[in-house]
């Protein structure tokens, strides 16, 4: 099968995700878009794999996803802390570094 | 004047002799400055727990230091009379680029006589300090501070590199700091401290770039080879270094121009006004004149300066000294006055350094007796300083009384008590050198009799007129027999320096070099014009304050007088001359600083910030703009990637 | 459009060896699009996280449809078994009820961001259906021993270091992660020894067994209602002290009173907001409480001393 | 003693399946669903008269010969039940949640080897559904969906209790996952796959339970945890929770994740004994009676069934017999021992086969391995002898002077203790209410069985 298909579906969950981040202002579903955008980056390079015969896009799929793993962490201990200290999760609340 | 200049040629005489690398107790000199550094040490590091000791150790590292200057003069008075410069090389303090310096002491006459002074009169003013200082809480840090002085003020005489010379020039800066405001609950102490120290950093000014100089023209600093090279220098860098170092010896001396702060300094304990502004530090600025003789002997325009500096230091002293109420601030002029004696034989020439020296060493003794004198009379009135407060002490105060008037003898130059025959030499001197001179040093001497004849009849003589809670009482022995010392020395140490043994002026001559003058008169129509005018001195003084009673309350005076007891204006003249322009200058500096630079810069970041200000608003805080703005970016990327590679 | 219609053209292309591909993605692929789509426009974040979930998992078996079966399960354990797990966890931590307002804050940020997206979709899909892509080779050359083996050929020798700097971040964000969310401890824990000695130490003894739970032996089987105790008065502290505080408990009175006579059933009104089961009193075993067990303890956590027995009761 | 790394040429579909036609496969689906559904009325059963044995009850034993069909009984009258959906619920989700939570558990046994090669209708097949190089992943992968199910449920009844049973079902599944997952890694060296046919297949002559019993052990505790039993039934812990996540589920929706919780014993116990226990392969003696004539045809259903309901009695017997975890320690058990033995397993089985790799003297290692294990059990003897002593020292003096402390609301405000201060104030643990441990054994039966009464 060709490739396009794949790679279509893959820009169209990337874009979609970007719009989750664009639109949306909890942070956890921004955050959620944003693991949409990388598994739609994922699936274009399983797919770009399979296209050239070597494994090695898989590879990067598979880092992606351990390096979304610990950003995970990472970001959700973030969201948590802010939540405890502000009673929000909105992103636009965590806006105080502005000047 | 010209003539000053025209024998100052003639005195390149080979007056320096072959110093040698010390050996056996010589080799020991360093034990001078280490007694009382290591004391001051224990003092100040030790705490409260010396707290009861602490006197007796200051009095006897100063003691020891005397003794042992005591066995080093011996030593030195087996040596012939020519070979009697020892070297004592400590360390090598660093070694840069060619330039080296050398932690090392000179131990020559001119030294020696200093070590005496310092170590001699400074012990007894330990003793003296034991007693006075007995009901002060931080007697112990007091006796620290002086051996500190001590310490630093050896290291200046004993110092054989001009480096050295100034760390010890620092460190009795540091110690007459601290004693002055030693007292520094109160506001005039913490003040007068403070004035000290800055008029001494603008002397030292002109000793840090004398050194530099030196370092420049011959690449050293040490007494040898800056003397050695002297010969071979360009006579204008001479003169250059003669008025550097005049500079830096007017503000240790308390010298015209840089005279204000002595008076004040005399806020400080009395012993200190006695060990260090009467005796020792303020004579430091003689000794750097002294010393430096191999550049001013070939300076002749810088020894001018020094003559003229003298001179008018003289009549300014002795001038504010007759307006002075307060006993030690017309001992203060009365000092300034002297040390102006002593710069003006310094500035002599060859001529004239032995008996500056001699001057200095008997001036010690008397104002020293004199100023512990003021002291004891201070302890036994409750710490009153206003001679109109004063009058009729003798009988309260006998010894007092007695050893006062043997030191005002001398200071007045009354044969045959010392001060007769030091200050009788500089105006013999004087008059050799120039009539004018010599006619002012003559008048100095006139004024001097008639300002310490009215402080002797103020004080001592004259009704009482204490206030009625003060019980006049005599001071305690271990305060008297120090006084008792020092009017033995007034009393005999001018004639024991002069004759004794070829005297003064032959030990220091190696140093220092030798000339005689033709006076312009015979010497003994000299002497005896001296003493009319002396006594004349003392008849004025006695026509205004012994016959009449003394107002307890200051008449107001003649314009003189008002201008002597405001210190001649030396305080206005400094505010209107230097302090009012510096800050007009620092005003307008200021205000080009803010107005012009920090316009300009201040300008630029408002310009800036504004900019930014607008630009903030694409700031907006929020994430998601920011992503959309990324998204946008990313999108431009491949839209201009796509342009460039596609057809 | 054009790009759209070359990929129907592709895939018309397509030869029949690959209808089952074919046919699984297009199933599919829609699913992942509804996810995403989903993800954006749901309004509570769990839904959203529900959706995204099935977007993962479509794209899991996308994976193992593209040669990449090892990726395609670890995908499944990894993103949706733990990375999702993880954000429900933290949902449901701290933003339980919350559902998005949908006013937009951010003047023009809507519309700007849907052309924004709008743009970059008609770019990329139109960049890639442009392109003139090969047809792909297919891992089987590279992977010979199959895709497990292969992969982790590449993982532990071309990508070692990879590998062990991924390991290296993993670690620093666990132990990132931990050092955000901790607290420091006001107060040195108590052992669970220590409480009970003390509970015994200051307690009332008859309590020792724990605190009897509302409801037990009393006609009403609901935690608005006190402990009956054996002689027959009932116990006002087992009942939670916050519905005493929000007024929501009967009286310890009423109820005695209410006790002596074979009155009505207690008014609904009277029993609202509280975690009642739906079960009819009348069956005891439904009631969560065994005919032979003696005492089940109750609702004790709002309580400050939680009541620890060192199982000593058996 | 044949521990080899099997070459298994494990391409993307292993060898002997894909080649089933529909009917055969289809038979397969229905018979795997239909020994779970038997095996879970079974299993509840043998549970209640199991616990009823321990507490010197009888049981039920009223329904059918001897009580057995009691379970049907329940199962009928839950379907007949009124179906409740709370105002507060967020209804998809809350009729989701059950599905999510059974679906799963019927799919884990479509890779699970029932036996070897037999023949039905003339067909040879194996007794497996499918089977996948990444197998055992894939059991993790669905096991990790399944959970969905019961994190919603807490989540969607609108209601607290349940979410905090959901809440701790999540947190517990991501922490015991880790543990298994762990545990299996070392099987996974030592077969060289991770195809579930291959895993068993390595276990001729020796099952992986005794050269690996840490991981053995390791993966017997998390699997508990990983199904929400007792001891670790924290999720629906009855003392603190009501019935934890399934407390506003009523009817046909509350039997879906019942049975779902049973099935997913059975799935674990089978994963346990396919990966450790030898599979469908028969004990040592039987093994070696008549050339291993037991080891083919259908026999080997026997004796996998066996082990498992072996495991199902252990799981019986862990319940009958321990009291609850405290929530707290039920973490730390989980992050601070499983998983690092687990760890400390691994990185020694990994030496051990890369010894034998590079061509080590298997006595030679054995010697080694033998050392390592003897140094570990001495430290393990001697460091509680030491650290335990100095715990008791400490406890002991707290209990003497516990008044001596820092009170850090003193002032009204709290402030930190200085150093070497402690505190008097008792903090109440972790998320959570800490667990009654009091009334776990006192129980004769679970709330979810009392519906049968």
Not at chain 4, 306 to 332: C, E, H, N, S
């Amino acid at each position: 099968m060709s490739p396009t298909p794949y790679l279509v579906l893959a820009t169209l969950l990337f874009t979609i995700g970007g719009a989750g981040v664009l639109l949306r202002r909890n942070a956890l579903v921004a955050f959620m878009s944003v693991e949409l955008m990388l598994n739609a980056a994922n699936l274009a390079f399983v797919t770009f794999a399979r296209m050239h015969g070597n494994l090695d896009g898989q590879i990067m799929a598979f880092f992606v996803m351990v390096i979304a793993a610990a950003e995970v962490v990472v970001g959700l201990a973030i969201i948590v802390m802010i939540f405890r200290t502000r009673r929000s999760a909105s992103v636009d609340d965590a806006s105080l570094l502005k000047l | 004047m010209n003539s000053i200049m025209t024998h100052g040629l003639a005195a390149q005489a080979e007056v320096h002799q072959v110093v040698r690398d010390a050996s056996g107790l010589i080799s020991s000199t360093w034990l001078l400055i280490a007694f009382p550094l290591l004391g001051a040490a224990v003092l100040l590091l030790g705490g409260r727990r010396l707290d009861k000791t602490g006197h007796l150790i200051g009095t006897a590292a100063s003691c020891l230091s005397f003794v042992m200057a005591v066995a080093l003069f011996v030593a030195m008075l087996g040596e012939s009379g020519d070979a009697r410069a020892f070297n004592v090389p400590l360390w090598e303090w660093f070694n840069a680029a060619g330039y080296q310096v050398e932690v090392g002491l000179l131990l020559d006459q001119l030294s020696m006589a200093f070590v005496l002074l310092i170590t001699g009169v400074g012990s007894l003013i330990h003793v003296y300090s034991i007693g006075y200082m007995e009901h002060d809480e931080r007697r112990r840090r007091f006796f620290g501070y002086l051996n500190l002085f001590v310490a630093a003020m050896l290291l200046l005489v004993l110092a054989s590199d001009y480096l050295i010379l100034f760390i010890g020039w620092e460190g009795v800066g540091l110690a007459s700091y601290l004693l002055i405001g030693f007292w520094q609950h109160k506001p005039s102490a913490a003040v007068a401290a403070k004035k000290a120290f800055v008029v001494n950093r603008v002397g030292d000014m002109g000793m840090v770039l004398a050194i530099a100089s030196m370092i420049v023209v011959f690449g050293s600093s040490s007494f040898e080879l800056v003397f050695a090279g002297a010969g071979d220098a360009p006579t204008s860098w001479l003169n250059a270094l003669g008025l550097l170092l005049l500079l830096a010896a007017c503000g240790k001396s308390a010298q015209f121009p840089l005279q204000s702060w002595l008076l004040d300094a005399m806020e400080g304990p009395t012993p200190v006004s006695a060990l260090i502004h009467a005796a020792t530090m303020v004579t430091a600025g003689v000794y750097l004149v002294v010393r430096s003789a191999a550049i001013y002997d070939l300076a002749p325009e810088a020894r001018t300066a020094v003559v003229l500096v003298g001179t008018i230091t003289l009549l300014m002293g002795a001038i504010i000294g007759c307006a002075k109420d307060d006993i030690k601030k017309a001992l203060a002029g009365s000092t300034m006055s002297q040390i102006g004696y002593m710069m003006l034989a310094a500035g002599l020439g060859p001529a004239g350094y032995a008996f500056a020296i001699f001057h200095l060493i008997t001036h010690g003794f008397f104002k020293a007796n004199m100023f512990l004198g003021a002291g004891s009379v201070m302890h036994g009135m409750n710490d009153e300083v206003n001679m109109r407060r004063f009058g009729g002490l003798r009988a309260a105060m006998p010894v007092t009384f007695l050893t006062f008037a043997l030191g005002y003898l001398a200071i007045i130059g009354i044969p045959p008590f010392a001060g007769y025959f030091s200050k009788d030499k500089i105006i013999e001197a004087a008059f050799a050198d120039n009539i004018l001179i010599g006619l002012c040093a003559l008048i100095g001497a006139g004024i001097t009799a008639f300002y310490m004849t009215r402080v002797m009849l103020m004080t001592f003589l004259t009704s009482k007129r204490w206030a009625e809670d003060v019980h006049p009482h005599e001071s305690p022995r271990v305060m008297t027999w120090p006084l008792i010392g020092l009017a033995a020395l007034s009393l005999v140490g001018g004639a024991a320096l002069l004759y004794v043994g070829g005297g003064i002026v032959e030990w220091l001559e190696p140093v220092t070099g030798e000339e005689h003058h033709d006076l312009p008169l015979p010497v003994a129509a000299l002497i005896a014009i001296t003493l009319v005018v002396v006594v004349a001195g003392v008849a004025v003084a006695w026509l205004l304050y012994g016959r009449r009673p003394v107002p307890v309350e200051a008449p107001a005076g003649n314009p003189l007088t008002v201008a002597a007891r405001r210190d001649l204006y030396g305080d206005a003249v400094n505010e209107a001359v230097l302090m009012r322009p510096g800050q007009y200058l620092t005003r307008s500096l200021v205000y080009v600083e803010n107005r012009g630079v920090d316009g300009a810069v201040i300008g630029a970041a408002k310009a800036v910030g504004g900019l930014s200000a607008r630009w903030r608003r694409w700031q907006t805080g929020f994430v998601r703009s920011y992503a959309l703005t990324m998204l946008t970016g990313a999108g431009l990327v491949v839209v201009a990637m796509l342009l460039v590679r596609l057809p | 459009m054009s790009p759209l219609a070359a990929v129907a053209a592709q895939v018309g292309e397509t030869t029949a060896s690959t209808a089952g591909e074919e046919v699984l993605f297009w199933i599919i692929a829609p699913l992942a699009v509804i996810g995403a789509l989903g993800l954006v426009f749901s309004r509570k974040a769990v839904h959203g996280a529900l959706f995204l979930a099935v977007t993962m998992i479509g794209l899991a078996i996308l994976y193992i449809a593209l040669e990449a079966p090892f990726l395609g399960v670890v995908q499944v354990v990894v993103y949706t078994g733990a990375i999702m797990m993880l954000f429900l966890f933290v949902i449901m931590l701290i933003g339980v009820d919350a559902s998005d307002s949908r006013v937009e804050t951010i003047r023009g940020q809507r519309g700007a961001a849907a052309l924004a997206v709008f743009g970059v979709i008609v770019l990329l899909v139109a960049v890639t259906g442009r392109a003139a892509l090969p047809d792909p080779v297919g891992t089987a050359q590279a992977a010979p021993e199959g895709n497990v083996y292969a992969i982790a050929d590449l993982i532990f020798g071309r990508y070692v270091w990879a590998f062990e700097t991924v390991a290296a971040v993993l670690i620093t964000a666990a132990v990132g992660a931990m050092a955000l969310t901790h607290r420091e401890r006001l107060a040195r824990r108590h052992s669970q020894r220590e409480q009970s000695e003390r509970r015994f130490r200051e307690g009332d003894p008859k309590d020792a067994a724990g605190m009897p739970v509302p409801g037990v032996y009393a006609r009403h089987n609901a935690v608005d209602t006190p402990a009956l105790l054996p002689d027959g008065t009932p116990a006002e502290s087992s009942v939670s002290p916050v519905l005493v505080a929000r007024g929501a408990t009967r009286l310890a009175e009423e109820f005695a009173t209410d006790v002596g006579r074979l009155g009505p059933e207690p008014k609904p009104g009277e029993a609202e907001s509280t975690a009642e089961r739906p079960t009819e009193p009348s069956d005891a075993a439904t009631s969560g409480l065994p005919d032979d067990s003696p005492a089940a303890h109750g609702t004790e956590e709002t309580d400050d001393e939680p009541e620890q027995d060192g199982g000593d009761a058996r | 003693m044949n521990v080899q790394l099997l070459d298994i040429r494990a391409v993307d579909q292993v060898e002997g399946f894909g080649n089933d036609p529909w009917w055969i496969i289809a038979i397969k689906c229905l018979a795997i669903f239909v020994i779970l559904v038997v095996l879970v009325i079974f299993s509840i059963v043998f549970e209640r008269k199991v616990v009823a044995k321990m507490q010197h009850r009888v049981g039920p034993n009223r329904t059918g010969p001897g009580g057995w069909l009691q379970s049907l009984a329940d199962g009928t009258k839950l379907m007949l039940k009124e179906d409740i959906i709370p105002k507060a619920a967020d209804r998809v989700v809350y009729v989701l949640a059950p599905i999510i939570a059974v679906i799963p558990a019927f799919l884990i046994f479509s890779v699970i080897p029932l036996g070897p090669e037999v023949s039905i209708f003339g067909q040879t097949t194996r007794l497996q559904l499918t089977d996948t190089p990444v197998a055992v992943l894939l059991v993790l992968a669905i096991a990790s969906v399944g959970v969905y199910g019961i994190m919603l449920a807490g989540w969607s009844s609108g209601s607290t209790y349940p979410l905090l049973g959901g809440l701790r079902s999540s947190a517990q599944v991501i922490s015991y996952e880790l543990a298994m997952g762990l545990s299996f890694v070392a099987v996974f060296l030592f077969a060289g796959t991770m195809s579930t046919s291959g895993i068993v297949e390595g276990q001729q002559d020796l099952w992986y339970a005794i050269i690996l019993l840490p991981s053995f052990g390791v993966y017997l505790v998390s699997m508990v945890g990983e199904t929400n039993r007792a001891p670790f039934d924290l999720p629906e812990a009855e003392g603190e929770l009501v019935a934890g996540w399934g407390t506003e589920y009523s009817s046909f929706k509350y039997a879906m994740p019942f049975m779902a919780e049973y099935m997913n014993m059975i799935n674990v116990s089978a994963l346990a004994t396919t990966l450790f226990l030898g599979g469908w392969r028969a004990p040592w003696p039987l093994s070696a009676i008549n050339d291993g004539m037991l080891n083919t045809g259908w026999w080997p259903l026997l004796w996998f069934f066996a082990k498992v309901i072996l495991l199902m009695f252990v799981f019986v017997w862990l319940r009958g017999t321990l009291p609850r975890l405290r929530y707290d320690q039920f973490m730390k058990l989980g992050w601070k021992f499983l998983i690092p033995i687990s760890l400390g397993w691994i990185v020694l089985v990994a030496g051990m086969r890369l010894a034998l790799n590079e061509g080590v003297e298997r006595q030679q290692m054995m010697l080694g391995v033998g050392a390592v294990f003897a140094i570990f059990l001495v430290i393990s003897l001697i460091a509680p002898m030491i650290t335990g002593s100095h715990r008791r020292d400490s406890e002991t003096e707290e209990a003497e002077q516990p008044e001596a402390s820092f009170d850090p609301f003193a002032g009204g405000h709290p402030v930190p203790p200085l150093p070497g201060q402690e505190s008097a104030l008792t903090v109440p643990a972790t998320v959570g209410a800490p667990a009654d441990t009091a009334d776990q054994t006192d129980e004769s039966d679970s709330p979810e069985e009392g519906t049968s009464a």
